[in-house]
């Protein structure tokens, strides 16, 4: 089978990461994977959820929007008709994701958000913020280390996601929207740099698929995680 932009079945889009992308953020990243584009940005505020309130601890979190043409078709901004269940359930996801790398208690009393916000989507977008979103992160803790706010770094090891699926009876990694849209099994893995998983959203879209064609799209996934987290690694060494 052909993909439409050339790739071999295990092939990555091209990734890149522009780190440092806005002026005022503590952390930020613009990650372009093929098509899809999301800024990611970190901010740091002196305070955390009631829950946590005396406690010590920290919290991170994410939200996630879609702007109105990121995609084909104008799509109302979500103030207008408040968060859908896609969004609230992209953006936990997310924050579960970050915090699983980060020593909450570390952190003391603090929160970061990392605002989402897909400016232009070509399938992917989930996974890609997930991985813009680390960067962002890894350079929100890196801000309060530089102004002496947290003795040591914070990140236990890196993060990233990609998705893979099953299209014309083939396993393709890092789908785009054309073949996102007519696959037959649609998965997103989040995996650590460790070879841990944080999360594993599979659905069969038409017939159920076998452990076996399972374990090959996990072994494909994992692949391409650990080439993403190079490319995450060699990012954050630069300077900015």
Request: proline letters at 3%.
């Amino acid at each position: 089978m052909a993909r439409p932009d050339g790739r071999k079945p295990e092939e990555l889009r091209p990734l890149r990461l522009h780190r440092g992308y806005l002026k005022y953020a503590e952390g930020s990243c613009l990650i372009e994977l093929g098509n899809t584009r999301v800024l990611c940005a970190a901010s740091i505020e002196d305070r955390v959820p009631s829950f946590l309130k005396g406690s010590g601890s920290g919290w991170v979190t994410a939200e996630y929007n879609m702007l109105p043409r990121a995609c084909i078709q104008r799509t109302p901004r979500e103030r207008e008709r408040g968060a859908g269940g896609r969004t609230q359930e992209i953006q936990r996801l997310i924050g579960r994701s970050l915090r699983s790398v980060v020593d909450m208690e570390g952190l003391g009393e603090r929160t970061i958000t990392v605002d989402c916000d897909v400016i232009q989507g070509d399938g992917g977008t989930r996974t890609a913020s997930i991985t813009g979103a680390y960067v962002a992160l890894a350079d929100a803790l890196g801000w309060l280390r530089e102004r002496g706010l947290i003795g040591r770094s914070l990140l236990t090891e890196a993060v990233a996601a990609i998705s893979v699926g099953v299209v014309m009876g083939i396993e393709l990694l890092d789908l785009n929207y054309e073949e996102d849209s007519q696959a037959a099994v649609d998965m997103n893995v989040v995996m650590t740099e460790s070879g841990k998983f944080v999360e594993v959203q599979g659905t069969a879209e038409h017939a159920p698929f076998t452990e076996q064609r399972l374990a090959r799209m996990l072994h494909m996934a994992q692949r391409g995680i650990e080439a993403i987290i190079e490319v995450q690694r060699e990012c954050l060494a630069t300077p900015l």
